[in-house]
Nanobody, 127 residues
Framework: QVQLVESGGGLVQPGDSLRLSCATSARTTNSGTMGWFRQVPGKERQFVTAMKLTGAGTYYADSVKGRFTPSRDRATNMLYLQMNGQRHTDPAVYYC????????????????????WGQGTQVTVSS
């Protein structure tokens, strides 16, 4: 079973860039899927972005497309979320999630499709 631990959250200014990291306890296979979700208190956890590690596709929520980019470092097996152009709508607890298998495209935005997840890291945008 893969365990994930997020880090890199913090307080940023509007427009700043921030990179979140997710350490995995085991190498994610190239047939797997990774995703990032975020949650604001009082609201349901929502999809941010995901990618098929085969390279078959990358998917984005409309609110982050063009600003956020997921990636994997093949050498270290670290997962990342590069967040550029932070907005006041972005503060949340961010979670990385993954599965060793394939998630069909029609379900890739559904949190329940992912087998492994971290504890989250807080991102706050200052006024």
């Amino acid at each position: 079973q893969v365990q994930l631990v997020e880090s890199g959250g913090g307080l940023v200014q509007p427009g700043d860039s921030l990179r979140l990291s997710c350490a995995t306890s085991a190498r994610t296979t190239n047939s797997g899927t990774m995703g990032w979700f975020r949650q604001v208190p009082g609201k349901e956890r929502q999809f941010v972005t995901a990618m098929k590690l085969t390279g078959a596709g990358t998917y984005y929520a409309d609110s982050v497309k063009g600003r956020f980019t997921p990636s994997r470092d093949r050498a270290t097996n670290m997962l990342y979320l590069q967040m550029n152009g932070q907005r006041h709508t972005d503060p949340a607890v961010y979670y990385c999630e993954a599965t060793r298998g394939n998630v069909i495209t029609s379900s890739i935005r559904h949190m329940g499709e992912y087998d492994y997840w971290g504890q989250g890291t807080q991102v706050t945008v200052s006024s």
